[in-house]
């Protein structure tokens, strides 16, 4: 079990310029079911990918991969066409909102956007028009959502990922490399890792993503990572404190951060004294957080959750 | 990107909000030259002169060549002296005012330079409000912020007396819709002509932030003149850089003078990049871990230079770039590079990091740190380059391996 993805994820791709092809590459070699690409003036060409597995030499499993993945002149086409249930967007920021707009519309139950640069203006009309639609944004301005050995979707570098034990949510692409990574190194794994990006209008928060967490029966513990600015952490602490059933550990990044100033992440500013780290982790420890000091002591802090 | 008042008040103008008569001048002889069309135009003899700078507490602030002079001076000579009385004073103040320094809370003790003056019309004053257009995080959508409280800092009254603080979310479908801006006006209390421009004021205040891209527009004072007019009496705003390429015009406003040189480099080149005051530099991708590295720095004994996230798309050429913008601070002395490569290959900043090394030379230690996509190739590329380059295993690791190094 996992949340989000998994391997009866269809995924389509939308934005196929160098990114999203070098991307989509390596999720086809991760074993990523990828359907179709939505290109509109390449519409009815496919683009090939072929390449060796990211599992060559396993048992039962494909050393090589080739496949032409077919371009569609809409998302609604390639939903119709190839039975997608999710869909990537890579499209550059201008276009981006309207790229998720259109996929909400075509009824895309999982719209993952790595896009980082997306004007907020947009972000607000676009999650406005999701609002009454049974869809689920994951991102902007995030690395995407992986189920270890079923399902990659984004930008994540697949081989540090293993199946396990542990839900990791994250605002930074990096950190959660960085968890993930100990996770893997510890033997503990991971049941999905999901970034939700660093935009300061996303679409699933941390408290989505807990709750997801927690009704799934396969993740023991969760992991969260944070950074200044806002308020989700603080509510990510309100929800630990009253729904959280299972052990949670964290980190939050920006302890040094100088306020006023956004630190690279569109959402990692403290303004008006509000959004620092210390507020953050002040909240997540008093709702039971073990929270690591630094991130090489993010894999220790979930061993300690756990064992308490 | 922030801009002048004296900018923020041609936008709103621009879009019939009401804001005083006002002329920017940048020499003596440009404010001087300003005072007759303004109070001829105005028909007050009233003139008030505001320094521009991208910091708030102008009035309470002080200068350091002249203490007794604030950031903002109300010239009154011209009531009875007329407008050759004005514009003597005027003369004075913008000698003395233009290029010094003012410092007010916002600034830090070594102030900002002067370089314009906005002389604007006296004012009838009846009443002083505050009001904002703010993003508001939690709901993912605009909402205004007002009170009755005006010229005060609206984290001080969210402080102290929150209870006078009212707020109306926004619909973006929608707009700040007539019955919402009369709810604002009523919790103003604003009446006759007053709440009937406060309404007019409100909506186009709303959909002018949505409509420039503006992350925050505040309006502090707001002011009702005694003939029930509602004014900005000042006016602050500053814009999301993701959106600046629709609004050429917005973006000629940018004042680089106001900007520190390294962090106007970097933004040059794509950049995100934050000076700092301590001696080791970084260059990480991502901003999450580009924090982290800066946190761990210090948590481990040292001090970080910089912030500096190379960021997801990075080329070797822009990596290139962040190695000499580090390397330009002299108080410098060591670097750490943190990379975990996902968009980013480890291949691109081993490239980048060797070739900014040969072109200008590495006169401290520097350490890397990589992991992800590309990562053994990334590392090859680092051994074969014949650098004197330590790698470390983690980014802990690196972080005392760079601190022990600069010690």
Request: negative net charge; hydrophobic residues 40%.
């Amino acid at each position: 079990m996992s949340v989000l993805v998994g391997a009866d994820t269809k995924v389509i791709i939308q934005g196929l310029g160098k990114t999203g092809r070098f991307h989509t590459d390596k999720a086809i070699a991760y074993g990523t079911a990828m359907v179709g690409a939505v290109h509109p003036s390449r519409a009815g060409d496919t683009e090939r990918f072929e390449g060796g597995t990211d599992h060559s030499g396993v048992p039962g499993r494909d050393d090589r991969y080739q496949q032409d993945l077919p371009i569609f002149r809409s998302v609604a086409e390639a939903v119709d066409a190839t039975g997608a249930n999710a869909s990537v967007v890579y499209v550059p920021p201008p276009f981006a909102a309207d790229a998720i707009m259109e996929a909400a519309d075509a009824g895309v139950p999982l719209i993952i956007t790595i896009t980082e640069g997306i004007p907020v203006t947009d972000m607000v009309r676009a999650k406005r028009f999701l609002q009454d639609r049974p869809v689920r944004l994951v991102g902007p301005n995030c690395p995407g959502v992986i189920t270890p050995e079923e399902c990659k979707i984004g930008i994540m570098p697949g081989y540090i990922h293993t199946p396990g034990r542990v839900g990791v949510v994250s605002r930074s692409g990096t950190l959660t490399y960085e968890a993930v990574f100990q996770l893997t190194n510890n033997g503990l794994g991971q049941t999905t890792a999901i970034g939700i990006g660093g935009d300061p209008v996303n679409g699933t928060s941390f408290v989505d993503c807990l709750s997801l967490f927690n009704d799934d029966p396969a993740t023991e513990a969760v992991i969260m990572i944070g950074e200044i600015g806002g308020s989700a952490e603080e509510e990510a602490a309100d929800f630990i404190k009253s729904s959280m059933t299972k052990p949670v550990a964290g980190f939050i990044a920006g302890t040094t951060a100088p306020p006023g100033k956004r630190m690279g992440h569109a959402g990692a500013i403290i303004s008006g004294g509000k959004g620092t780290a210390a507020d953050k982790i002040a909240a997540l420890e008093a709702a039971g957080v073990v929270m690591a000091p630094t991130p090489t002591d993010m894999g220790a802090a979930m061993l300690q959750a756990l064992d308490g | 990107m922030k801009i002048h008042e004296y900018q923020a008040k041609e936008l709103l103008r621009a879009r019939g909000i009401p804001v005083p008569l006002g002329h920017v001048a940048t020499t003596v002889d440009e404010a001087v030259a300003a005072v007759r069309p303004l109070v001829e135009e105005s028909g007050n003899p009233v003139v008030v002169v505001k320094s521009q700078i991208h910091a708030g507490g102008r009035g309470k602030g002080r200068f350091v060549e002249h203490p007794d002079l604030g950031g903002v001076t109300v010239v009154t000579e011209g009531i009875e002296g007329g407008i050759e009385a004005t514009e003597a004073r005027v003369r004075e103040l913008a000698e003395a005012k233009l290029g010094s320094t003012l410092v007010t809370v916002q600034t830090g003790a070594d102030g900002k330079q002067v370089n314009r003056l906005y002389l604007e019309q006296g004012i009838d004053i009846d009443r002083e409000l505050y009001l904002s257009v703010v993003l508001d995080r939690s709901r993912s959508r605009n909402t205004v912020m007002a009170s009755t409280e005006g010229g005060t800092e609206i984290e001080e009254v969210a402080a102290h007396t929150p209870e006078k603080i009212v707020r109306q979310s926004i619909d973006p479908a929608f707009g700040l819709l007539p019955f919402e801006a009369t709810r604002v006006a009523d919790a103003l209390g604003l009446t006759g002509d007053a709440h009937r421009n406060g309404v007019t004021f409100l909506r186009t205040l709303a959909s002018a932030t949505v409509d420039l891209d503006a992350d925050l527009v505040e309006v502090n004072p707001l002011v009702v003149t005694s003939v029930g007019k509602v004014m900005a009496l000042d006016a602050k705003m500053s814009f999301e850089g993701n959106a600046l390429y629709r609004h050429p015009d917005v973006e000629a406003m940018r004042d680089e003078s106001e900007e520190d040189p390294a962090e106007l480099l970097a933004s040059e080149h794509g950049l995100s990049f934050i000076k700092l005051d301590g001696s080791i530099g970084c260059m990480v991708n991502g901003a999450g871990l580009a924090m982290a590295t800066m946190d761990i720095i210090k948590y481990v004994g040292g001090e970080p230079a910089n912030f500096l996230d190379v960021g997801g798309g990075a080329d070797k050429d822009q990596v290139a770039a962040a190695f000499k913008i580090i390397t330009r601070d002299a108080n410098v002395k060591g670097i750490f590079v943190n990379i975990f490569g996902g968009i980013m290959r480890c291949d691109t900043i081993a490239t980048g990091v060797v070739e900014a090394v040969k072109e200008v030379g590495l006169e401290v230690p520097l350490v890397v740190r990589l992991e992800g996509t590309n990562v053994e190739l990334g590392k090859r590329i680092i051994d074969e380059s014949g650098l004197n380059v330590v790698s470390a295993s983690d980014m802990k690791d690196g972080a005392e391996k760079i601190v022990e190094l600069t010690a």
